[in-house]
């Protein structure tokens, strides 16, 4: 599982609070994503990392941002939630560090948030 | 833009029988094909990747450029093999870094 820890596994919360979801590793890899899983949409890239306080937005980084200060954790932000983004958000890293050819993703368990 | 595109929500097939889950990309270059295997209530985990020409629990894909299509195919189906399926690209624009995913297959064998 390439050490890859998310918590919550489940929130449940209400429409205009914020939530943090946290993504942790304990390998030191340089690349973290943060994706969210949705029936017919499949996957979608909301942010990604390359590195310590580098990160840059995917298809549907809208009311979401992210945070990374160190290696190992990679924070995922909904500042005021909605329901919209009641969704499964999964961390993935890539083992690669400076070539990423044929590195594939790592996942986590997932969190299952529901927005009310 | 990087894109995939799996035409099939849902494909059931009966146990033994032949199983193709189509995946078409749009990139212009060379991409990095993946397929990765969902399990009911477990993580997304690698399948396999066309750079590695392998096969993974007698599934095999292969890389057709002229038709832009890495198909996922397996001779005979098991009960096992039930899960959800996804194709990934990732190319060379913006260093390799993002990974494009397709909406997803749904395998279901009956047994």
């Known amino acids: 599982d390439a050490g890859i820890t998310q918590s919550p596994r489940h929130k449940v919360t209400e429409t205009g609070t914020p939530v943090t979801l946290r993504c942790h590793q304990t390998?030191?890899?340089?690349?973290m994503y943060w994706y969210r899983q949705d029936p017919g949409h499949g996957l979608r890239l909301i942010h990604y990392?390359?590195?310590?306080?580098?990160?840059d937005k995917g298809e549907v980084s809208d009311g979401y941002s992210v945070s990374r200060s160190k290696t190992e954790d990679f924070l995922l932000t909904l500042e005021s939630a909605t329901s919209s983004q009641t969704s499964v958000y999964f961390c993935?890293?890539?083992?690669?560090?400076?070539?990423?050819?044929?590195?594939?993703?790592?996942f986590g368990n997932g969190t299952r948030l529901t927005v009310t | 833009a990087q894109r995939v595109t799996q035409p099939e929500k849902l494909l059931s097939v009966f146990k033994g029988a032949p199983v193709e889950l189509k995946c078409n990309y749009s990139y212009s270059g060379s991409p990095e094909l993946f397929w990765y295997v969902q399990y009911s209530r477990q993580r997304l985990q690698l399948l396999l990747r066309h750079i590695s020409r392998e096969s993974i629990k007698g599934f095999t894909a292969d890389l057709n450029k002229g038709e832009t299509s890495f198909h996922l195919k397996k001779p005979f189906a098991q009960e096992e093999d039930s899960a959800m399926y996804y194709c990934a690209l990732r190319g060379p624009s913006g260093g390799y870094q993002k990974v494009t995913f397709g909406t997803g297959t749904k395998l279901q064998v009956i047994p």
């Open positions: 993935a890293i890539s083992t690669g560090q400076n070539l990423l050819i044929n590195s594939p993703l790592h």
């Open positions: 390998e030191n890899h340089r690349y």
């Open positions: 990392s390359y590195g310590v306080k580098d990160t």
